[in-house]
């Protein structure tokens, strides 16, 4: 008799442990307001890696991500990151061959389930390319050319992706190789412009895609050479971000890009930090973490 006493105390106190664990996780997921993803909004996280890009989308219960950042703010990137417990990432994204732009692709590929990638038809003799590259090869994932008119990228219900360029097979930039795409949710669209330089932008301006955007990554991070007053006038952008490292020796964002954007309402990585958009397909909300 006192042995099966001792027996039901025991798993009496094994029970409540359980729960006091199952409690504190429970909790601890509340607490982080990074894990409450509406399903009925997009979320896009601009995230801050220093001087470089990574965008990271979030709708449907689908998830993309442009560009990985350089590998010199890995930290930031996997911190953000593992505050929303991704497992599978559908679609990865580098929009040109830059080591701003895919310093962390190594890492990416090897950390997640990665479903597709895509790419432009550019390459570097980088070892943030060739590391890329052999990540990609030992997950046995294939490179999906990334171009004008490529429409295999699907976000789900209500969601449209537009990829605008490149449009050519040869550039002397490197950096017009860069992926320009157009995500729409509902009536809230948003374009990403990689390291476009002007003349990718007029290249974009005379094939009369409907670049009109609520939301731009300004290109280049703010570079003098992107963002010319046609571009930004057919985008008529509400908001722009701006992703750039605090005090860079490139002295980005420009004057000049600044004084361009002097009407639109600017985000910027290195004063706002990672900067979150939200959307009902209606209406905008921002947050920054």
Do not use: W
């Not at 039901?8 to 359980?18: E, G, R, T």
């Not at 979320?43 to 010199?72: A, C, E, R, T, Y």
């Amino acid at each position: 008799m006192y042995i099966k006493k001792r027996y039901i105390k025991n798993l009496q106190f094994s029970l409540i442990a359980i729960l006091i664990i199952a409690n504190f996780i429970l909790i601890k997921n509340i607490i982080n307001s990074n894990n409450i993803i509406n399903p009925n909004d997009i979320n896009v996280s601009f995230i801050d890696v220093g001087q470089g890009d990574s965008i990271l989308i979030q709708v449907n219960n689908k998830v993309m991500l442009i560009d990985s950042g350089p590998k010199s703010e890995k930290e930031k990137l996997v911190k953000y990151l593992d505050t929303l417990n991704l497992q599978t990432i559908d679609y990865v994204i580098a929009t040109h061959p830059h080591e701003d732009h895919i310093g962390n692709m190594a890492y990416i590929i090897n950390k997640y389930k990665v479903e597709a990638f895509y790419a432009p038809k550019a390459s570097s003799n980088t070892s943030a390319f060739e590391n890329m590259v052999e990540s990609l090869s030992r997950k046995n994932l294939k490179i999906n050319i990334l171009k004008a008119g490529v429409s295999s990228i699907n976000l789900g219900n209500n969601t449209k992706v537009e990829v605008l360029a490149p449009n050519l097979t040869n550039y002397e930039n490197l950096n017009n190789y860069s992926s320009i795409i157009k995500v729409t949710y509902g009536k809230i669209s948003f374009l990403f412009t990689g390291d476009a330089e002007s003349d990718l932008e007029e290249e974009v301006i005379n094939n009369s895609y409907n670049l009109k955007s609520d939301i731009l990554k300004v290109g280049h991070h703010g570079s003098s050479t992107s963002t010319s007053k046609e571009f930004l006038n057919k985008i008529d952008p509400s908001i722009a971000i701006i992703s750039v490292g605090e005090d860079n020796t490139y002295g980005h964002p420009t004057k000049e890009t600044l004084s361009t954007l002097s009407d639109i309402k600017v985000y910027r990585t290195d004063i706002n930090g990672t900067i979150v958009i939200s959307s009902n397909g209606e209406s905008i909300d921002t947050s920054f973490k």
